[in-house]
């Protein structure tokens, strides 16, 4: 059965973008140089940094993303300073070319996650959306970093692209030996907002059908699935993260923002300044947050409300819930 996961708020989640680089050039890509920046972070700001965003009074996890967070050649040295921190949690989100020979240079014990992005069960699907030779490479990267010991989880961004294929992932995770799936909603940003025609989102019914459907039966093989609730019934309640939990989206330019989807635009709530961090003046996201709409988040409906739909009173069929609440499913065998 699945669980609706309301946002921890005794815990923060340090997005840490460390460079912006990244070898791909995937078809989705939410990374936008000109609002992100082109940096890669010098490792004594990164630490730095990273002391100010630990609080050891909860649990503080840290992912590494980027880019490609393994092209960063001081990763490991900050992947220990982050753990001598106090940071109960590490995850590197990678593409699974894991640069560097970062799986000879950290440990299953430094690290609690790999995080790989693979968005299809075989070469056609992926290849076509991440690029050419992608998928083997990945493939093989994530055998290497289980035969070592890792924990390795796979994050799977569903769009118009590649939806008929989710229905391959159960299996296909089950032969890798995965037992950890995070579905991924495809975000109108970076370069999908450069293409917004393709219509890549999925509709409230495929989204219920499909994502739910494939969810179950990966936890009847023993997976844990997490996706996000998306769509809201207009009866059920809706919360913005960003008014109740703790997470933290950190670029290389010094941005920070409580939102992913505000990531295209300058309305950052801090900014770290000569290594400072600053909340900065209104008007910036957290203003937009206190705006209440019966079309549930104010953030998708300003970028990507494309995947609302109203009846003949012009009233919202159903609310868009906050990006950050997921739906659980915990394996089954
Ligand atoms: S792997 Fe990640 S950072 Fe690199 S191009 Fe793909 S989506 Fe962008
Ligand atoms: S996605 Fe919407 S609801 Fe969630 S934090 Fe952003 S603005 Fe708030």
């Not at 933290?248 to 290594?275: I, T």
Request: proline fraction near 5%; hydrophobic fraction near 35%.
């Amino acid at each position: 059965m699945e669980k609706t996961v309301a946002f921890e708020k005794n815990a923060r989640n340090i997005f840490f973008h460390i460079l912006t680089r990244c070898n791909l050039r995937c078809r989705h890509c939410y990374i936008n140089p000109e609002q992100h920046g082109r940096k890669t972070l010098p490792s004594g700001t990164i630490t730095s940094w990273l002391k100010t965003l630990v609080d050891k009074t909860q649990a503080s996890n840290l992912i590494f993303i980027g880019g490609e967070p393994t092209l960063h050649p001081d990763l490991p040295l900050l992947i220990r300073a982050a753990r001598d921190m106090g940071y109960a949690s590490i995850t590197v989100d990678t593409n699974g070319f894991f640069f560097n020979r970062i799986l000879d240079k950290v440990t299953p014990e430094e690290v609690d996650y790999f995080s790989v992005g693979l968005d299809g069960s075989c070469k056609d699907v992926n290849d076509r959306i991440r690029g050419h030779g992608s998928y083997d490479k990945c493939v093989a990267g994530i055998q290497e970093a289980l035969g070592k010991g890792f924990n390795v989880s796979l994050i799977y961004t569903v769009s118009r692209l590649n939806m008929g294929d989710l229905k391959n992932m159960p299996h296909f995770l089950k032969s890798m030996g995965i037992h950890r799936f995070f579905v991924q909603v495809i975000g109108i940003r970076g370069k999908s907002a450069q293409h917004k025609e393709q219509k890549l989102q999925l509709t409230k019914r495929e989204w219920s059908t499909v994502v739910a459907r494939v969810a179950d039966r990966a936890a009847k093989l023993g997976i844990h699935v997490t996706y996000p609730k998306v769509f809201l019934d207009r009866a059920q309640p809706f919360e913005c993260a960003g008014l109740v939990a703790q997470n933290y989206f950190v670029f290389p330019n010094g941005r920070v923002y409580r939102c992913p989807l505000c990531e295209d635009f300058p309305l950052h709530a801090c900014v770290f300044e000569k290594n400072r961090l600053k909340a900065r003046p209104p008007i910036n996201e957290m203003d937009l947050f206190q705006l209440t709409i019966p079309e549930g988040c104010v953030m998708n409906k300003l970028i990507q409300p494309g995947n609302l739909e109203f009846d003949k009173q012009g009233r919202p069929r159903y609310k868009i819930a906050c990006c950050l609440l997921k739906e659980e499913i915990k394996g089954k065998s």
